[in-house]
């Protein structure tokens, strides 16, 4: 079947410090794969995608890159800041979406 | 970028009421749209999908009954929660979709959410 297993949190990280957030799947064919984020009481916003193996997504400083041979797309920043502080979430699509269970990260001054 | 709104934002009901909550895609046509519903600091939870102009396929567990869900056009999507329960309070969250070529979904575009509140 398909699944997304990802890190589990809480995450805390002081501004500027790198972040990885892991994300393994598996999934029947060849899905898209996503990140989105959730700021406190509000929907997920789309962070990143990327729709075939070796892509790169990224946006905001944010990356990920879809691996095939070790099925992850782990989340990265290289410098994190307090306006990161959210609930982010792997996700995905085949047929339908499916989602981790979302790692909630704080970044503190 | 694709723009999905939901109304209302909050909604507080006394138990036993019905409470209605729309879902619209303002600038695209969406094939599919779904209901999640998520619990404090938990993921989301698919409830049902539905397509324009069919019966919303529900999850396993879900009362299609109690969680009565229309998709009159390809842009608007309702969830009506009929004779709601302080169990129902919850934070209700929709998302539109269109299907790519190769049958994955392109993207989901989700909505702001709905915080329901039943006293």
């Known amino acids: 079947g398909n699944s997304v297993t990802q890190m589990e949190g809480p995450v805390t990280l002081s501004e500027e410090a790198f972040l990885t957030i892991n994300c393994t799947y598996t999934a029947t064919g060849y899905p898209s794969l996503f990140w989105y984020v959730q700021y406190p009481g509000e929907g997920l916003q789309l962070l990143l995608k990327?729709?075939?193996?070796?892509d790169k997504g990224s946006n905001k400083g944010f990356e990920a890159t879809y691996r095939k041979e070790t099925t992850s797309f782990h989340l990265e920043k290289g410098s994190v800041q307090v306006s990161d502080s959210a609930v982010y979430f792997c996700a995905l699509s085949r047929n339908q979406f499916y989602f981790g269970t979302g790692t909630s990260l704080t970044v503190i001054p | 970028g694709a723009v999905v709104s939901q109304h209302p934002s909050r909604v507080i009901c006394k138990s036993g009421t019905s409470v209605k909550i729309e879902c619209r895609s303002l600038?695209?046509?969406?094939?599919?749209m779904f209901w999640y519903r998520q619990f404090p600091k938990q993921s989301l939870m698919l409830m049902a999908t539905s397509n324009e102009g069919s019966k919303a396929t529900y999850e396993q567990g879900v009362e299609k009954d109690k969680f009565l869900i229309n998709h009159a056009s390809l842009t608007l999507s309702t969830l009506t929660v009929t004779s709601a329960h302080p169990e129902d309070s919850s934070f209700y969250i929709c998302?539109?979709?269109?299907?790519?070529?190769?049958?994955?979904?392109?993207?989901?575009?989700f909505g702001p959410g709905t915080r329901l509140t039943v006293l």
């Open positions: 998302s539109a979709s269109y299907a790519s070529g190769r049958g994955a979904y392109n993207e989901q575009f």
């Open positions: 990327a729709t075939k193996a070796d």
């Open positions: 600038d695209f046509q969406a094939t599919t």
